[in-house]
Structure formats: structure tokens, C-alpha cells
């Protein structure tokens, strides 16, 4: 791998991690800042309809921020990939949550997701976020 490359994936995994902080301290205008300023971006939360283009994608992080007091992740078999101007992440994401403050206890799930970013004046920006539930492995190591 050429320092070029090693740079790209730093830069990506950094916009990776900027992308779950905000959504963490559920601060909206952090989580706007992820993302491309473009009509084209897609996020598919776990279980949900595709949702296309800047209104639909931040109506979505408000009303999530706004039901949500806590959450956290953990995340697990992170691999980045840099194909050119686009970037993927690929991540099991282990979610504890909170819906309000008068719950003692919290969720945990667990979710397989992509990140896809594109490079845009020099920064990589979120295109798509798409998780989906993990039920169960099928695959098992031999």
C-alpha cells in the first residue's frame, strides 16, 4: 500500500468516526456536517425505507436525536476500503440506547453497516449509511 493510500484510509476512518461521534452527542449540526451537500446522499436505518436526499436525511437525524437521551457504540470488524474519489466502511455496530431518562435499562443491538463517502474538496463526506439488524450468523468459521 502506497502512503497515499495509507493517508486515504486514515482520513476515511477519521470521517467514519466524526460520523458516530455525532451521532452519539446527538448533535445535529455535527451530523450535517458528515454528510455531502448533495441531492443524490441515502441513509437506510435498520428495518427502514430508503430515505433520498438532504430533507428526508436530516428530518430523519432530528427525529432520532429528539426520541434518543443516550446512545453509544461499539463497533467491531471496521475495514475501510479507498477506491478512487469513493471510500466504504464496513462495520457490526453493537448499539446501547436509551429512549428516555425514566428507563433504568438500555437497548443493545446489533447492526451490519456501509458507509459509503465520497472525496470532495478534499474531505470525505458520507453518500450513504445503510444498516441492517443482525438476527444471526450464517456463516460460521471453520
Known sequence: MSA?????QKDV?????????????LDLAAMRAVWLDDERIQCIHPGA????GPARVHAAWETIFR?????????????????????WVTVLERIHSKA?????ETLVAEALATNLFAR?????KLLLHHASPLARRILREP
Not at 476512518?13 to 452527542?25: P, T, V, W
Not at 425505507?49 to 433520498?52: F, G, H, N, R, Y
Not at 470532495?120 to 470525505?124: N, S, T, V
Request: glycine share 4%; net charge negative; proline share 2%.
Open 100 to 104: 428516555d431518562d425514566q428507563s433504568p
Open 67 to 87: 426520541s434518543t437521551t443516550w446512545i453509544r457504540f461499539e463497533l467491531a470488524d471496521v475495514a475501510v476500503q479507498v477506491f478512487g474519489e469513493l471510500a
Open 49 to 52: 425505507e430508503a430515505l433520498i
Open 120 to 124: 470532495k474538496d478534499g474531505a470525505w
Open 13 to 25: 476512518a477519521r470521517a467514519n468516526r466524526d460520523f458516530y461521534r455525532s451521532f452519539e452527542r
Open 4 to 8: 497515499s493510500d495509507y493517508d486515504a
